[in-house]
């Protein structure tokens, strides 16, 4: 990303300059309806807010990142590492908004479209392919390559480790020696392999806006930001209310996610009766989390249960 940045600033196009709605930091978005606001993903308060909780799902209840600080020698180490974490993150995403301010004006504004390309997801790909040279080029993708596949081998090891021993073995496995335990975690790694290219696909179609596909981090996020707010609202429950067990939270975890559904621009909305009410992305683990416990309490009420 550096070495692209160097090329970048050394063959930018003299005379072009930025048009003012991309240098625009901040975006109150106060001048909007109500309905308007919250399906905007990008003003101050979507912003602070849903990043708030997004950040507090995404590193207190996602065993992904969860696993890696429980690694740390002690307390005072998962501290930092958490902290840092929320620094580097920062630092990349500003790098990587550096980095399309840069194409923009090295393509002099230029449409992806004008470029003969389907999406702007393209265009950082295009200018390694033809601008850097063929060594580094290659690095770079051999790079992207390896990210996705960290990350995608940690998503799958967390998720087969929690469905192993937290759902197969104390129910289905409990005599089970090591490598029958190991061959059924390779199975479960095989079918959370399936659900995911599976949801993947499917969220992707449910964010088709106007035969137009969203930029990939937000298709990204918003998968998370979904899958997060059923998440943070089970870890909510068993905390900080004593009455609801888990068959509450399992109730309004689902209730939850269903609801989320019918918020999400997408073809769902469209066979609603009326105009529907859609939710920008950032705020859909703010409003999941919600839902769940709100209907998880309810249904700890009505079913009279009690925890313990």
């Given amino acids: 990303a550096f070495i692209a940045v160097g090329v970048l600033l050394g063959n930018l196009p003299a005379g072009f300059e930025l048009p003012s709605e991309k240098l625009q930091l901040i975006n109150l978005g106060f001048d909007m309806s109500f309905k308007e606001f919250i399906a905007q993903p990008y003003t101050l308060i979507t912003a602070i807010v849903g990043g708030a909780v997004f950040s507090l799902a995404s590193h207190g209840t996602d065993q992904l990142l969860v696993q890696r600080v429980l690694a740390t020698r002690d307390l005072k180490s998962g ?23 840069l194409l923009f004006m090295f393509y002099e504004g230029m449409s992806a479209t004008d470029m003969g390309l389907a999406t702007t997801d393209e ?13 580094i080029s290659g ?8 990210a996705a596949m960290s990350s995608l081998s940690s998503s799958l090891n967390s998720l087969a480790s929690s469905t192993t021993f937290d759902l197969y073995k104390p129910y289905f496995g409990k005599d089970n020696n090591e490598a029958e335990d190991l061959s059924i975690s390779r199975k479960i790694t095989m079918g959370w392999g399936v659900i995911l290219t599976a949801s993947a696909i ?9 035969g137009e596909r969203p930029a990939i981090v937000e298709l990204g996020l918003g998968i998370a930001s979904y899958t997060y707010g059923g998440l943070l609202g089970a870890f909510l429950l068993g905390m900080f209310f004593p009455k609801p067990d888990k068959t509450d939270a399992m109730i309004g975890f689902f209730f939850g996610l269903i609801s989320l559904l019918f918020m999400v621009q997408g073809p769902i909305q469209n066979i609603l009766p009326g105009d529907g009410l859609a939710i920008a992305w950032p705020l859909y683990t703010l409003v999941g989390s919600t839902i769940v416990v709100i209907v998880g309490s309810l249904s700890a009420r009505i079913r009279g249960s009690k925890n313990g």
């Avoid at 501290?79 to 301010?101: D, E, R, Y």
């Avoid at 950082?124 to 063929?134: G, H, M, S, T, Y």
């Avoid at 690095?139 to 390896?146: D, G, P, S, T």
Wanted: proline residues 2%; hydrophobic residues 70%; charged residues 5%.
């Fill in 79 to 101: 501290q930092k590492a958490m902290i840092w974490s929320g620094v580097l993150a920062a630092l990349q995403f500003a790098l990587f908004m550096g980095i399309g301010l």
């Fill in 202 to 210: 499917f969220f992707a179609v449910l964010q088709l806006q106007g």
């Fill in 139 to 146: 690095l770079i993708v051999a790079a992207l390559f390896a």
């Fill in 123 to 135: 265009v950082f790909a295009k200018f390694i392919v033809e601008q850097l040279p063929v060594g």
